[in-house]
């Protein structure tokens, strides 16, 4: 499936501002601002100036929320979200409930205890952030994730994510049979995505601490309907004045 620019000159705006060089300042941004985010059940609030918000923005880390002091902008990541900056890029702090900072592992343990497959669905989401895609959740599609090629105002999503895994968890009763995968097929078909599947194969390695996220690997598969019309022969034009159909 191809890319679904929206409206003309986005793909040409999209080329021109990379989504590599925009996360990189934002990392360089948090870093420079020593930003720290709080903890707060299952995501993190980050306070920002103007400059972050519109760098986040245009990152498509977290949300903008919105409060009651005009003079504060505030953002909500994701628990991936969150953890992504924290402990790939390294940009950002977050204080738990206690106000004291997390460490990794902390934070990771923390996570956990809210998301039992956080792991398995963290290692995904960096996965694909690492690539440069753009990730967002995909709840309202009834997947783990949908996969932007640049900013949602831009493209519409091309993937929709289903994160897998080797081993006994709670991901595994999912596409075990026939009719979960014609039903996510005809959805995903529906809303002009294709689904992409990421199975996860911890290697054994166990999820004690972040560490274990390099000896992880993950498969990519693609699933679609398939269309008759590509199996059939090339025909060059109308026989016997018939048309073509």
Not at 20 to 45: D, F
Not at 144 to 160: G, N
Request: charged residues 25%; aromatic residues 8%.
């Amino acid at each position: 499936m191809m890319p679904r620019w929206k409206g003309k000159g986005s793909q040409a705006k999209a080329n021109a501002d990379p989504m590599s060089k925009i996360v990189s300042q934002l990392q360089s941004s948090l870093i420079q601002s020593e930003t720290q985010g709080l903890l707060s059940s299952c995501s993190v609030l980050v306070e920002v100036d103007a400059e972050l918000a519109d760098l986040l923005n245009r990152s498509c880390f977290g949300r903008p929320r919105i409060t009651a002091q005009e003079d504060k902008e505030w953002f909500q990541l994701d628990m991936e979200e969150a953890f992504y900056l924290c402990f790939s890029l390294k940009c950002l702090k977050v204080i738990g409930e206690d106000g004291y900072i997390k460490s990794n592992e902390e934070l990771w343990d923390y996570l956990k205890s809210k998301k039992p497959v956080f792991p398995v669905s963290y290692k995904v989401y960096s996965h694909l952030r690492h690539k440069n895609w753009v990730v967002r959740s995909g709840l309202q599609y009834g997947v783990d994730f949908v996969a932007y090629r640049h900013h949602p105002a831009l493209v519409h999503s091309e993937y929709a994510v289903l994160v897998l895994s080797e081993g006994d968890n709670d991901l595994n009763g999912r596409l075990r049979v026939w009719s979960d995968v014609h039903c996510t097929v005809r959805l995903c078909g529906s809303v002009a995505k294709t689904l992409l599947t990421v199975i996860v194969n911890g290697n054994n390695q166990g999820a004690n601490s972040p560490s274990c996220l390099e000896h992880y690997t993950v498969e990519e598969q693609t699933i679609t309907r398939w269309n008759p019309e590509r199996s059939r022969e090339d025909q060059t034009g109308p026989k016997n004045g018939t048309k073509k159909v």
